[in-house]
């Protein structure tokens, strides 16, 4: 059974920085994606940014120049280095990883910046 588990959350002043790390368990054959996602208090859940096998990568606008998606396939780990948080990055970030057959999430991670 795949499990994803998220780390690396916590209370951050803004302009501060955080590393999420998200780990596989299992194996996961035939990945397409693995991606970072986020859901603040009464909004819906929004991508952050993805990256593909290939190591090609995308980001929302609203995080552009300011968070790095990376992966280590050995570890069957994802990344997301976030750099000059602001207030309005608060949320739980939650990984995924997609396959040609389905998509496992984690549990999510709380991030909160405040000074």
């Known amino acids: 059974q795949v499990q994803l588990v998220e780390s690396g959350g916590g209370l951050v002043q803004p302009g501060g920085s955080l590393r999420l790390s998200c780990v596989a368990s299992?194996?996961?054959?035939?990945?397409?994606?693995m991606g970072w996602y986020r859901q603040a208090p009464g909004k819906q859940r929004e991508l952050v940014a993805t990256?593909?096998?290939?190591?090609?990568?995308s980001n929302s606008d609203s995080v552009k120049g300011r968070f790095t998606i990376s992966r280590d396939n050995a570890k069957n780990t994802v990344y997301l280095q976030m750099n000059s948080l602001k207030p309005e990055d608060t949320a739980v970030y939650y990984c995924?990883?997609?396959?040609?057959?389905?998509?496992?999430w984690g549990q999510g991670t709380q991030v909160t910046v405040s000074s």
């Open positions: 299992g194996s996961i054959i035939g990945i397409t994606a």
């Open positions: 990256i593909t096998p290939s190591d090609s990568t």
């Open positions: 995924r990883f997609s396959t040609v057959l389905t998509t496992f």
